[in-house]
């Protein structure tokens, strides 16, 4: 895990440091409240919610990284094979985001931090978790190009015993 946690922190820090050194500043005209990465990212917890697996799993780059919580992802064909799978497996899961906050590092790039939870059943019972992803605009577009997530919390209903 801290090897992890490690990994997704270096590649925050390169991330900004690039944005840094190729003289970009952050945007004037977004303010993070309507920037356009907020409303992409809660689109995709809709898109997921409601398990239209394309409209999702276009939300992130086709060389995505994600470190999640039940192993590592790189490239859009393995994320799009995980949550079909967790879509069959779990067809009333729905995802809860309680908070979501914005960092614009540059013109090109913004973090997003943010907390989750996770309803396997769709109520009831849940796992918790923080996470954060680094979008960026490619070809005019915001997509998703790095994430990590674990968990924070599991309810005592979904503990294995």
């Known amino acids: ?8 922190v270096m590649s925050l820090i390169l991330l900004n440091g690039y944005s840094c050194k190729n003289g970009n500043t952050i945007a ?14 809660l ?11 394309e409209l999702f799993v276009d ?3 086709s060389d995505i990284k994600m470190y999640g919580t039940d192993g590592n992802y790189f490239g859009q064909d393995l994320l799009k094979d995980r949550f079909e799978i967790l879509f069959k497996q779990f ?4 995802m809860e985001i309680p908070e979501l906050t914005l960092k614009i590092l540059s013109n090109e790039v913004v ?10 059943m ?11 992803g680094i979008y960026q605009k490619l070809d005019n577009n915001w997509k998703e ?17």
């Open 59 to 61: 939300n992130f780059a």
């Open 122 to 132: 769709g109520q009831g019972p849940a796992y918790w978790g923080i996470g954060t």
């Open 145 to 161: 190009i790095l994430e990590v997530e674990t968990t924070t919390k599991v309810d005592e209903a979904l503990k294995q015993k």
């Open 91 to 94: 067809p009333n899961m729905k």
């Open 111 to 120: 973090m997003v931090n943010f907390k989750w939870k996770l309803y396997p």
């Open 28 to 41: 004037d005209d977004y303010i993070v409240d309507n920037h356009p990465v907020k409303e992409l990212f």
């Open 1 to 8: 895990m801290k090897k992890l946690m490690f990994v997704g």
């Open 43 to 53: 689109s995709s917890i809709e898109a997921f919610n409601q398990r239209k697996l």
